[in-house]
């Protein structure tokens, strides 16, 4: 399973990029699965439902499942928060994971880089970026550089860096 991450400053586009990239990897028959991290408190349930109740009476995981999907909640409690690869472990083998945030894990990531959000560029300090998607000049730069709209070119940067096979891939 490859990890690679997609790092910026908040408001650069990562999400954007994200998901974009998931749709033409998962067109060459790539199978993609996606870490978010978040820097604050979040829930995916709601109040009122039984799956709520069961956490709130004190359960240390609920798992709701369906015939469409299904999700494990863990409650922390007074855990650490686990780590990215804590995170890895707990998910099924695919051919590539998108990690949005942890910015300054040890992990390659590719950076998002918008100069109007007033925040410096990654790259200089992180030798782990391997590419910089950005509309901005950059002073010299040792990563490969993509512009926002290219993303079928970064998929393709991806699949050769990580020698993912292509079922559906067809060049001609």
Avoid at 9 to 25: C, E, F, V
Avoid at 48 to 71: P, Q
Wanted: hydrophobic share 40%; with cysteine; net charge negative.
């Amino acid at each position: 399973m490859q990890v690679l991450g997609v790092a910026g400053w908040s408001g650069s586009g990562k999400t954007t990029l994200i998901t974009r990239l998931i749709g033409i990897l998962v067109g060459y028959g790539i199978t993609v699965s996606t870490i978010k991290h978040a820097h604050h408190e979040f829930d995916i349930d709601k109040k009122r439902k039984d799956s709520f109740k069961h956490r709130m009476a004190g359960a240390h995981e609920v798992l709701v499942g369906s015939a469409k999907r299904w999700a494990l909640m863990h409650e922390l409690r007074c855990e650490d928060e686990p780590s990215l690869e804590e995170l890895l472990d707990k998910m099924s083998d695919v051919d590539l994971v998108l990690v949005e945030g942890f910015k300054f894990g040890h992990h390659e990531k590719i950076e998002v880089y918008r100069a109007e959000l007033g925040k410096p560029l990654l790259c200089p300090e992180d030798s782990k970026i391997v590419a910089v998607v950005t509309d901005d000049a950059l002073p010299s730069s040792e990563q490969t550089l993509f512009r926002p709209n290219d993303v079928e070119g970064l998929a393709r940067f991806v699949v050769s860096r990580y020698q993912i096979m292509m079922p559906n891939y067809d060049p001609t």
